[in-house]
Each structure stands twice: as structure tokens, then as C-alpha cells.
């Protein structure tokens, strides 16, 4: 813990309000002057996703996932996270869809958390591996039994004339699978995001945020530490 930046900034919030933050964000901000002296970005992001969970109103495991296509063109769209260990970060989607093509062709990947209530922010960026057929079949069978069916009838990614044509999908796969167990399909499965590095941010006032970037050459190898300006 740096005593002295915790002491500078106490003094500095008694003698006025910082603009757009309330006595528990200050609070919180003040408990958090010391992430930037942690050394495992893991558990780090573990306590951090803990705190989104008891603060943000709506989906704290959501995150922006950022690809590229055959030009290079970058994409990016929202997604829940579904899973998280030190192997890395888990999402599933149908593998025949925009992303699912751009992740299968570069095998990479940028994601990032932000939670506003707490200010913070986490940028990953790294190596893109399929999970297994048995993660992938065990996460599916925990959905909504709706939610399985829609997998079978949406064609991710690809154009759709009404919603009607839509609705019909469903309600094909809905009587195809009336009875018993609703498979997984062959072309939906998850991708897992294997760190090269990952930034944790934490905004300060007057835009003098703090910022730590551990990075690695490899997905299984040593992660080094640096703080970066703002």
C-alpha cells in the first residue's frame, strides 16, 4: 500500500468533493489505492469481478469482445463472460458466426471489462483456443432449455428477411426436439482466452488514473509487471 498516495488523496477529497462521485465511490477508491502493488493478476481480477457482482445493477461478467477480419478490420461486440480460472477467460457462441470465423482464422482476441460503479477497467489481449467437447457439452445442457433450441435455429451472423422466418426456425427445432434431451450443435461450442497480457485500470481524479499491466510472451509463461501512465 502506498501510505503516502492514500494520505495525499485523503487530504486532498477532505477539502472538496471530486465531481460525479459519491461518499461510497471515494470509499472505494481509497480501498483500492493498493492494486498496483499486487503481483497476481488472476486473483486480482477474481477480487475484482466479486466487487462488480455486489455493485453493478445489470450483467457484471459482461465484456466487449474485440476481433478482426480478413482485412483487418476490427469488430467488436458485447458477450458474458461464462467462465474465468488461470487457464484463462471462457465464452460461448455459435462458431459459424462473424466471430466465430474471425476468432477460428486469427486465433486472437482483446477483451474489456468495464464496471462504472466502481471505475475500474481490465483489458485482456491474447491467445484464442477452443474448450473441450466436454465443457462445451456441460455448459450447454446448464442453459435454458429454450435457449438451446434457439442455438439450433439461429443462423448467427447471417441475414434473416423477416422475423417470421425466425420464428419458424424455432418452432421447427421446437418439434424436433419435443421429446427428451435438446443435443448441443456441432458448429456451437466456447472459446477460451489465454492471457498475454492483462491492464487493470482505476480512475483518480482529474484523469491521473492508475494503471498496471502484467504481460507474458506465452500463455503459459511468466507474467511481468508495469505501471503505466496515465
Not at 466465430?100 to 475500474?120: N, P, V, Y
Not at 432449455?145 to 422466418?165: H, N, T, V
Amino acid at each position: 500500500m502506498d501510505f503516502g498516495a492514500l494520505w495525499r488523496f485523503r487530504r486532498t477529497t477532505s477539502a472538496r468533493k471530486v465531481p460525479g462521485m459519491s461518499l461510497n465511490e471515494l470509499t472505494t477508491l481509497t480501498a483500492s489505492l493498493g492494486f498496483t502493488e499486487r503481483n497476481d493478476p488472476f486473483k486480482l481480477f477474481a477480487e475484482w469481478m466479486e466487487d462488480a457482482k455486489k455493485s453493478e445493477p445489470n450483467d457484471p461478467d459482461a465484456m466487449s469482445v474485440a476481433t478482426v477480419d480478413e482485412d483487418g478490420l476490427p469488430n467488436v461486440r458485447m458477450i458474458l463472460l461464462k467462465d474465468f480460472s488461470e487457464r484463462g477467460f471462457v465464452f460461448y457462441t455459435n462458431f459459424e458466426s462473424q466471430k466465430g470465423h474471425e476468432i477460428l482464422a486469427t486465433g486472437k482476441a482483446a477483451l474489456c471489462f468495464h464496471w462504472k460503479t466502481l471505475r475500474r477497467q481490465v483489458r485482456v489481449r491474447g491467445i484464442v483456443e477452443t474448450v473441450s467437447d466436454a465443457e462445451a457439452d456441460a455448459y450447454f445442457k446448464s442453459r435454458a432449455r429454450d435457449s438451446r433450441i434457439g442455438a439450433w435455429a439461429s443462423q448467427q451472423s447471417r441475414p434473416l428477411k423477416a422475423r417470421f422466418e425466425l420464428e419458424t426456425a424455432v418452432a421447427m427445432a421446437t418439434a424436433r426436439y419435443a421429446l427428451g434431451d435438446v443435443p448441443r450443435p456441432p458448429y456451437w461450442s466456447g472459446f477460451r482466452v489465454r492471457p498475454l497480457s492483462i491492464e487493470f485500470w482505476h480512475d483518480r481524479p482529474f484523469r491521473l488514473h492508475d494503471r498496471v499491466v502484467f504481460r507474458r510472451e506465452k500463455p503459459d509463461g511468466e507474467f511481468s509487471k508495469a505501471r503505466l501512465y496515465p
